[in-house]
């Protein structure tokens, strides 16, 4: 990594804890911030099946990223996280 380029990051990035449970986002949400997982803990990605009801489609965990989709087609969130 480039020192100088971690540095300029670092004045931007905000730390966010979310409790066990609770949801980031919902699917529709304006998409206005990109998400980095710092703990251990496995976050659900939620999709509507069928008939509604939410469902998990996939699971990340440490390090995994999620939200960028929303913010480069600039479209709404495609899931619940």
Known sequence: FNVDILSELCKVLLVED???G??????GDR?????????????????EDGEGFNVSAAQLGQGDGFGELGLINDAPRAATI
């Open 22 to 27: 609770s949801f980031v986002f919902s699917k």
């Open 18 to 20: 979310f409790k066990a």
């Open 31 to 47: 998409a206005d911030k990109f998400y980095t997982i710092l703990s251990a803990s496995t976050v659900d990605v939620l999709v």
